[in-house]
């Protein structure tokens, strides 16, 4: 309900409103006991309220029906790099996201990435001069983006999307997080 001199609009279910010195209506919804909170990066109110209708749809159908949220190529790998930027070859690790998501600029998903489409990355390194030792850190970077995607969605309690084109063995899959089981 909109009330006279306010920014918010309220409801049992959700709220948008404006914080003080933002210019961008923030989104906030409980939902199981939860609280959920965001900006919706716009200072339209009739999109942010479809933003927050679109954000909570999404939310059930991924807690009700196991829907699995679909990781960008780009996210995917701009997470993996911050993962290391406490690391001394950060600046490498960063590089060769960059590289990687130029040479997949046509694939806008993470689970679209099959092993034929490795191995055509491994060929095109190989082809513009890449030393081997070069590629293996390559490719070792594209195994940890895929890794920890993987990592995060059975954290997430997702069925993992990268099953969708091809499976990891569970015994390849580690990283320095809880342990899986």
């Known amino acids: 309900m909109l009330t006279p001199n306010s920014n918010s609009l309220r409801s049992p279910t959700m709220s948008i409103s404006k914080r003080p010195g933002s210019p961008f209506w923030y989104i906030q919804f409980q939902y199981n006991g939860k609280s959920y909170i965001k900006s919706s990066k716009t200072t339209d109110k009739k999109l942010a309220t479809k933003l927050e209708t679109q954000w909570r749809s999404e939310l059930i159908q991924q807690q009700q029906f196991g829907f699995t949220p679909t990781l960008s190529l780009i996210e995917a790998f701009q997470t993996y790099s911050n993962t290391k930027q406490q690391l001394a070859c950060a600046y490498y690790v960063r590089l060769w996201s960059d590289r990687a998501i130029e040479f997949w600029s046509k ?43 993987l990592c995060q969605e059975i954290l997430s309690g997702f069925i993992p999307s990268l099953f969708r084109v091809f499976a990891i063995p569970s015994s390849e899959v580690a990283w320095d997080g809880p342990q899986m089981k």
């Open 107 to 149: 694939k806008d998903y993470i689970h679209e990435i099959s092993s034929l489409e490795i191995e055509r990355f491994n060929v095109s390194l190989a082809n513009a001069g890449y030393k081997p030792q070069t590629i293996v850190h390559a490719l070792n970077q594209v195994g940890g983006v895929l890794r920890l995607t």
